[in-house]
């Protein structure tokens, strides 16, 4: 049975149609996966299934009593101090691994991080109990215990979860029905994003096929038509030449006239019976960062770097550096101080202890994580304050690069989608020469292929880079190096994500097998315990000395086997 039918459904913003005509329905337990470019239009028709927008025209209908959860694309989460918290709140918190939320004091929560924003969210969301679920880029700002976590959660959800991203591990791992939004229509697939990304490619190379093949006959067919008319227009010339062959000249040339329309009428028809669309290419970004080569090799160096929130502390007696030229990874759970730390870099947050030197003409591009930090009412000219006549035609080319059409700079930014108003942040860094790209989550809300160019033009930057990002696929084609922040410091680390991951991997299974031997050696002591326990009397000395060994070794036990 169904659990939401969408009939018809339409919508426009001025002259841009988003789509038409989309009729869909959900089932109970669906796992859909909805897909398309930036500013296709998926987070409005997440709105419109959700109730908060209305459509041009068509129906959204549910059955009764369905109850919606939706997570949205921007965090704009308030702690409520005054409300009351449900038990499922905090047990869907804690599982996020945030410890004691309703504890929490206002200095706490006005210092966010934006994964523990998204995990409150997300907790909030699922503890409502919804029958359906949409969950608009999830796994943005979340650490890699988050994404397992939503993962394994979207597994076992008793209801049909609708999921916006373009995280294509985690949409293998979770969906089986892809609705593939594009060019204002919905296609539907069955599989994970996978399968789907196969079918739609040799769809498109079938397509490319047939067509070709048709405009291969259409051509042939137009040569022949071309002949027809030299011939005809031979006749009618020899017609007018030879005055004594006139009227059988003019028969031949009203023949070949018959000929000729009779031609082009089966040639329109089989063209308008037959007629093959040329498949859309795919989309294609590029991106170009202006580089300076003119700084020495250090260019920053950490000596007792200390920062904490008044008793809060997050990281301490930090020593590390970055050389010119280097692309490092800035690693660590949500809520360890990633974007704190480079706000400290920039200037903009001060430090508590120790130094951040920095070489003295440094010219640092920084991109935050939050896209709702741009004046919404202001115009992509006006928000890059494009008034140099060269500034302005670079800007122009880049966004019609990054799939922008030139129509979109005179809208307001709270028309654009946030994929959009991200490619706006990259653009307005694109514009200048920098020494060191700062990015905090650049990937956030940009579709596939904008991610795919950005990690090519980031490996052919000159200068230096810091990345902060969730998404690991990225962060290990990008960075060669990691900053990582571990038991409380801010570690230098000479390896990639992926092998940083392998050696956390391999000292766990070290500690499980160590843990693992441990439990047998102590099992052995406890059964020795027990059996001479089994042979004295409880009023000797001896007997009350083995009891306190025995408590000693189960508690050990327990312990271990808690870890």
Known sequence: MFTLQARNISKSYGEKQLFTDLTFDIYHNDRIGLVGHNGAGKTTLANIIYGSLEADSGTVHCKQHIKIGYLKQSIEYMFNETGSISSEFLEKASELGLKKVHSW???????????????????EVWSTNPDILILDE???????????????KVRLFQGAVMIISHDRYFLDKTVTK????????LTIYDGN?????????????????HYDIQQNEKKRIERQLSLLQQWSGKAHRTMRDQEGFKEFHGV?????DKAIKSKMKRLNKELEKNEIDKPLEELSVRFQFEGNKKHGKRLIEAKDLSKSFHSVSLFKS????????E??????????GKTTFLRMLIGVEPLTNGSLSKSSSLKIAYLSQDVADMSLSQTVYEALNLTDKNNLLKARTTFANMGIKASKLNQPISSLSLGERTKVKLTNLLLHEYDLLILDEPTNHLDLASRNQLEQTLSEFPGTILVVSHDYYFLNSVCEKLLVFEEKKIKRMEMTVEEYELKK?????????????????LNTEISAVLGELSLLKPESEKYHELEDSFQLLTKRKHELMNM
């Open 327 to 336: 692309r490092l990874g800035l690693v660590g759970p949500n809520g360890c």
């Open 252 to 256: 031949k040339a009203k023949k070949l």
């Open 193 to 209: 994003y996978t399968t789907f990304y196969e079918k739609k490619k040799k769809n498109r190379e079938d397509q490319l096929h």
């Open 318 to 325: 930090s020593y590390f550096y970055i050389n010119h030229g």
């Open 105 to 123: 004091e206002k200095e706490r929560m006005d210092h966010l991080s934006g994964g523990e924003k998204l995990k409150i969210s997300l907790a």
């Open 138 to 152: 999830p796994t943005n700002h979340l650490d890699l215990h988050g994404i397992n976590w939503l993962v394994e």
């Open 178 to 185: 892809i609705f593939d939004l594009e060019n204002s229509k």
């Open 505 to 521: 991997r391999t000292n766990k299974s070290n500690s499980k097998q160590s843990i693992e031997e441990e439990l047998l050696l």
